[in-house]
C-alpha cells in the first residue's frame, strides 16, 4: 500500500485505486487514472516508491503484469474529474 499512498499524492495522478479480488484474495487490480495520457504515468514509474514496488512484487507475479488503457465516458465535466459540487454529472 505504500506505493499506492505515495502514488496518490503525485501531480497528475486523479486516482490511484487497489482492488483485491473477492473470489481469489491473491489476485489484484490497480486502478491508475492520471489528468494526461503520457506526462504523468511516465513520470510515476521515474519514482522511488514505484520503482521499490516493481522490485518487491517481481517475484509475486503469476503472470506478467498487463497495462490496458482505458477512454473516460463518465463523468464528462469541465472540470475533468472534479465534481462540480451541486451540478449534475452528464
Request: proline content about 8%; aromatic content about 10%; glycine content about 4%.
Amino acid at each position: 500500500m505504500k506505493n499506492a499512498r505515495n502514488s496518490s499524492q503525485e501531480p497528475g495522478v486523479v486516482r490511484f485505486d487497489v482492488l483485491q479480488d473477492q473470489a481469489d484474495p491473491n489476485a489484484f487490480v490497480l486502478v491508475e487514472v492520471y489528468t494526461d495520457a503520457d506526462t504523468a504515468p511516465a513520470a510515476h514509474k521515474e519514482t522511488a516508491h514505484y520503482k521499490e514496488w516493481r522490485d518487491t512484487v517481481a517475484d509475486m507475479m503469476a503472470e506478467p503484469r498487463v497495462a490496458r488503457k482505458f477512454d473516460n465516458l463518465f463523468p464528462v465535466t469541465p472540470e475533468g474529474w472534479a465534481y462540480p459540487e451541486g451540478k449534475a454529472l452528464e
